[in-house]
């Protein structure tokens, strides 16, 4: 008798326990299906909202980036960075390629230049010296309907020879660049 007696007192324990934890899992389920019902619109809202949060700063295709200089010296070379990988064809030398973009001065911080504003792609024959040098070397690979970033030094730029007050001699430049199409 007193094994059977120990038994149940282990059965009997198990089954407080048990029912206590079912019990506290009951109250946090029906706690967790009001969280969620509660949260479900703004989980609909952040789903929305979700191209915005694209990892890079420069927002979305489609849109005129926002170019943010880094802080400190500039580089004193080529830098290039895709802010979003594009899923076409990537561009090799000696493709014609549209793009549009945006320049910005590393020193000033200011903006020189942007097709954006001008409501116009820019089209031109990739690495045939049709642009700086910077822009020959940083788009090669890039895939249609990407946007990259180039952070390109004063020798594969203008160097001294700036072309506008906008711009200071021996400037490094910043341009985000979205690849359109390779025609």
């Known amino acids: ?16 326990v048990g029912l206590a934890g079912c ?7 029906s706690t967790t299906g009001t969280t969620t019902q509660a949260t479900s619109a703004p989980s609909t809202s952040t789903v929305v909202t979700a191209p915005v949060q694209v990892p890079s700063p420069a927002g979305t295709i489609g849109t005129k980036p926002t170019v943010v200089v880094p802080s400190g010296a500039p580089p ?15 561009a090799k030398a000696g493709d014609n390629v549209t793009v549009r973009y945006v ?3 590393y020193s000033s ?21 049709q642009v700086i ?18 952070i390109i030094p004063p ?9 506008s ?9 910043i341009f985000i660049v979205d690849l359109v199409k390779i025609n």
């Open 109 to 129: 911080k200011k903006q020189f230049d942007a097709s954006w504003d001008r409501g116009q792609p820019f089209s031109f024959a990739l690495g045939e010296g």
């Open 103 to 105: 320049g910005v001065a």
């Open 23 to 29: 019990s506290s899992s009951s109250s946090s389920s």
């Open 133 to 150: 040098p910077g822009w020959d070397d940083g788009v090669v690979g890039m895939q249609v309907g990407g946007r990259r970033e180039l």
């Open 155 to 163: 020798n594969l730029a203008y160097g001294a020879n700036s072309p």
């Open 76 to 90: 004193t070379h080529l830098e290039v960075k895709d802010l979003i990988v594009g899923t076409g064809p990537a």
């Open 1 to 16: 008798m007193s094994r059977l007696r120990t038994w149940s007192l282990v059965v009997l324990t198990a089954s407080v």
């Open 165 to 173: 007050a906008a711009i200071a001699a021996n400037d490094t430049l």
